[in-house]
Nanobody, 124 residues
Framework: VQLQASGGGLVQAGGSLRISCAAS????????VGWFRQPPGKEREAVGV????????FYRDSVKGRFTISKDFARNTLYLQMTNLTPEDTAVYHC??????????????????WGQGTLVTVSS
């Protein structure tokens, strides 16, 4: 399956942005899907993950209450709605799909398929 992320851009602090990840050549069915981000000069970190077939998303503490993962089954597309953005949210955001177990769902090594990343820049 190929993943294509889009929707990144420049936004002011306090603003909102929605990024998308479309799957092609396959579907998200049967996978755990998620968003990861890599801030400038830092390692990649998990933002939020969810089982495509159901269940509630899990989020890292720093984005809880501000970021929301949603799914469009008809379009086979994953979204990340980001609100109340801060400069600390500046990063390249990647979507990923894989079959992690519960203890590895935050590990990028558990995800076999990755989108190319989309840059989100939050200005102060």
């Amino acid at each position: 399956v190929q993943l294509q992320a889009s929707g990144g851009g420049l936004v002011q602090a306090g603003g909102s942005l929605r990024i998308s990840c479309a799957a092609s050549g396959g579907t998200f069915a049967g996978y755990t899907v998620g968003w990861f981000r890599q801030p400038p000069g830092k390692e990649r970190e998990a933002v939020g993950v969810v089982r495509w077939s159901g269940g509630s998303p899990f989020y890292r503490d720093s984005v809880k209450g501000r970021f929301t993962i949603s799914k469009d089954f008809a379009r086979n597309t994953l979204y990340l709605q980001m609100t109340n953005l801060t400069p600390e949210d500046t990063a390249v955001y990647h979507c990923a799909a894989g079959r992690p177990i519960m203890t590895t769902m935050w590990s990028e090594n558990a995800y076999a398929y990755w989108g190319q990343g989309t840059l989100v820049t939050v200005s102060s």
